[in-house]
């Protein structure tokens, strides 16, 4: 045997050897969970919580906190990024109820003290169950849904399923397989990947209005993505776009707060085109004198 067929051979193994180790150990790559003791007590100062605990049909437990504002507005269904659990993550709400909101967050399936195997398919039911608690008590037209990065994904996927006031997307990804490409761009992860997340999918389905914050500096999913994701559904699309900011950094800035609140504060209204230039037809033919 000639030796460029031992060495296609040796390439060949070492190519499915790492498929394999990718398919079985992604997990390990996509999330970052922080388990937490049954016992923990969760504690925000100024910030009036209450843990819950729900039970699924395949008996995982999905544990979360509803953070209550006086005289709440509404509700901010919050989706949480990969890593920690909603102990850290729940900082975030102040951002919610200070302007009136009460705030779910809920850990994925093995955060904090959350139990059950982590598949797509099951997330997705598991966040659609939580939906369905929560509008029990609230009408969807106080309902927001808020996806931050990997929530992202799965809050365009309840949207398109459902019918709240708003969909807000904050660094959100094109689709998990494509972040996942841009870093193994060899590897067919078409085959391979376990949580695909085709946002873009969804958000063609969402008949609600969705805004989308990202950072221009955002190394991880990079701005550009959400002009993308912002022409999958234009008509109910708005882009806003924070100078400088990265994938966890947001909340620093002055303008981030700025657009929030203008986002969840503000009611649909219909714009007037009576009168602008919206029709006029521009020509580069010389009008005659």
Same mark, same amino acid.
């Not at 049954?38 to 906190?65: C, M, P, S």
């Given at each position: ?55 699924? &049909? ?39 109820? &200070? ?191």
């Amino acid at each position: 045997m000639q030796n460029w067929v031992y060495v296609v051979l040796a390439i060949l193994t070492v190519y499915i050897l790492i498929s394999v180790l990718l398919f079985f150990f992604q997990d390990f790559f996509l999330f970052k969970p922080e388990k937490l003791n049954k016992d923990f007590q969760f504690h925000y100062e100024n910030q009036e919580t209450e843990e819950y605990n729900v039970e699924t &049909r395949d008996g995982a437990i999905i544990n979360g906190l509803h953070f209550k504002a006086k005289d709440p507005k509404g509700v901010v269904f919050y989706l949480k990024g990969n890593s920690k659990s909603i102990k850290g993550w729940g900082k975030f709400a102040v951002d919610f109820t &200070r302007h009136g909101y009460d705030v779910i967050m809920v850990d994925y399936r093995g955060f904090g003290k959350s139990t059950g195997r982590r598949t797509q398919k099951a997330v997705k039911r598991d966040m659609q169950v939580i939906y369905n608690k929560i509008k029990k008590k609230v009408s969807e037209k106080y309902i927001i849904l808020y996806g931050r990065s990997l929530g992202s994904g799965f809050a365009a996927k309840l949207a398109s399923m459902n019918e709240p006031r708003m969909l807000i997307l904050d660094a959100p990804y094109y689709s998990l397989s494509k972040v996942a490409k841009k870093y193994i761009p060899f590897m067919p992860l078409s085959l391979l990947i376990k949580f695909p997340m085709p946002t873009y999918k969804w958000l063609k389905y969402v008949k609600c209005p969705i805004h989308i914050l990202h950072g221009t500096d955002d190394r991880l999913i990079p701005y550009k993505t959400s002009v993308k994701l912002s022409k999958i559904n234009p008509k109910r699309t708005k882009l806003y776009t924070i100078i400088g900011g990265g994938h966890k950094d947001l909340n620093t800035f002055e303008s981030y707060h700025s657009m929030l609140g203008d986002i969840i504060n503000s009611r649909p209204r219909k714009v007037n085109l009576e009168g602008s230039s919206i029709d006029v037809k521009h020509t580069s033919k010389p009008i005659n004198a």
